[in-house]
């Protein structure tokens, strides 16, 4: 059975620092690409970062670039969200996904995570 | 960017009913997209991908149409499992970017 497990979230000051986890089994963790999905309360979902199945490729919405950076360390089956100069728009619950398909290119994704919340605020 | 357009934002239905959500895209996206439900509380759930293919374990009332810029999610007859919010995402090119989500509420 495919699990995805977030942890890392909480509260967190305007300008400071965070950094998620989602650990992963019942798949081959290394055939597939992950990714970060947010949804603010009360909104839409929103793509934060992929990350492809070796690491050779990385992208990420305008809005967190040069923020946050995405890593992977397959020995561990285990994603990671490194968050930095959060800003309260920021605020939201966090999911990781699993591509549905092996390989690069197909980016939806079919296993999620049951999320983590960020909450930015003084 | 690719802009992801759904309509209507909600929509009043009841059990029995025949449902059309549509997602219009800013530029043709092929068919690179994918359909999830979202309860509330809960991760988006799988439905559609590659506009028309379902997942497997969705029930056969959902289908999904479409290519280039417009595409439907349809569920064929309204369950009470079936109230939820539904999300659109296209997978042409980066950022990957969802709809604003359609509600579907009870009548």
């Known amino acids: 059975e495919v699990q995805l497990l977030e942890s890392g979230g909480g509260l967190v000051q305007p300008g400071g620092s965070l950094r998620l986890s989602c650990a992963a089994s019942g798949f081959t963790f290394d055939n597939y690409a992950m990714t970060w999905v947010r949804q603010p309360p009360g909104k839409g979902l929103e793509w934060v970062s992929l990350?492809?199945?070796?690491?050779?490729?990385?992208d990420y919405a305008d809005s967190v670039k040069g923020r946050f950076v995405i890593s992977r360390d397959n020995s561990k089956n285990t994603v990671f969200l490194q968050m930095n100069s959060l800003r309260a728009e920021d605020t939201a619950m966090y999911y990781c996904a699993k591509d549905k398909q092996r390989g690069a290119g197909e980016d939806h994704f079919d296993y999620w995570g049951q999320g983590t919340l960020v909450a930015v605020s003084s | 960017d690719i802009q992801m357009t759904q309509s209507p934002s909600t929509l009043s239905a009841s059990v029995g009913d025949r449902v059309t959500i549509t997602c219009r895209a800013s530029?043709?996206?092929?068919?690179?997209l994918a359909w999830y439900q979202q309860k509330p509380g809960k991760a988006p759930n799988l439905l559609v991908y590659k506009a028309s293919s379902l997942e497997s374990g969705v029930p056969s009332r959902f289908s999904g149409s479409g290519s280039g810029t417009e595409f439907t999610l349809t569920i064929g007859s309204l369950q009470p499992d079936d109230f939820a919010t539904y999300y659109c995402q296209q997978y042409d090119s980066y950022p990957l970017t969802f709809g604003g989500g359609t509600k579907v509420e009870i009548k």
């Open positions: 530029q043709s996206i092929f068919t690179w």
């Open positions: 990350i492809s199945a070796h690491s050779l490729r990385s």
